[in-house]
T-cell receptor
Framework: KAGVTQTPRYLIKTRGQQVTLSCSPISGHRSVSWYQQTPGQGLQFLFE???????NKGNFPGRFSGRQFSNSRSEMNVSTLELGDSALYLCASSERGDTDTQYFGPGTRLTVL | DAKTTQPPSMDCAEGRAANLPCNHS???????VYWYRQIHSQGPQYIIHGLKNNETNEMASLIITEDRKSSTLILPHATLRDTAVYYCIVRVIGNQFYFGTGTSLTVIP
């Protein structure tokens, strides 16, 4: 099976702009989770979507939002970008079955200038 | 989910076994132990997970103590490509993964 894919891989934006990141899960996986990784805060959970519904949510402001489509692909959006939003954004998918192992994509490197 | 404690860094000679410890003294009966690793700026890679019994796969072995309060990830023959940050995570199925600071393993030639 193909792995988790994320697009774009690199992105440069300026403060105040908005950005949309895309994630395609492994075929058959219905759960998609998003994480933000920065040198100072490490890997932090943003939210999880399962069958087009948000199931879990981390402690991030409302500027961070996401959605999941009927084919399980997911997008996350960050509005009114701040310098501190510069990070590696990671997407992970899982079957949401008994073992529920998450498999990560390569990430999108967002730089906010 | 239970909190985990890992040493911040470890070194291992190439070709030797790398033993990475993890303490999870508050683990509950329905919490699994997962191990992931992350090579610089790449997405974390799943290694192995277990509940009570020791587990082995093509990448590593997971040894969980009988009281389940600690575990050890064993990479049997470390190579330079095993240099990475290793995360030990304890979670109930269905909850999100909380990644701590992990152990930075350096494999030395």
């Amino acid at each position: 099976k193909a792995g988790v894919t994320q697009t774009p891989r690199y992105l440069i934006k300026t403060r105040g702009q908005q950005v949309t990141l895309s994630c395609s899960p492994i075929s058959g996986h219905r759960s998609v989770s998003w994480y933000q990784q920065t040198p100072g805060q490490g890997l932090q959970f943003l939210f999880e979507y399962f069958s087009e519904t948000q199931r879990n949510k981390g402690n991030f402001p409302g500027r961070f939002s996401g959605r999941q489509f009927s084919n399980s692909r997911s997008e996350m959006n960050v509005s009114t970008l701040e310098l501190g939003d510069s990070a590696l954004y990671l997407c992970a998918s899982s079957e949401r079955g008994d073992t529920d192992t998450q498999y990560f994509g390569p990430g999108t490197r967002l730089t906010v200038l | 989910d239970a909190k985990t404690t890992q040493p911040p860094s470890m070194d291992c000679a190439e070709g030797r076994a790398a033993n990475l410890p993890c303490n999870h003294s508050t683990i509950s009966g329905n919490e699994y132990v997962y191990w992931y690793r992350q090579i610089h700026s790449q997405g974390p890679q799943y290694i192995i997970h277990g509940l009570k019994n020791n587990e082995t796969n093509e990448m590593a072995s997971l040894i969980i103590t009988e009281d389940r309060k600690s575990s050890t990830l064993i990479l049997p023959h470390a190579t330079l490509r095993d240099t990475a940050v290793y995360y030990c995570i304890v979670r109930v199925i269905g909850n999100q993964f909380y990644f701590g600071t992990g152990t930075s393993l350096t494999v030395i030639p």
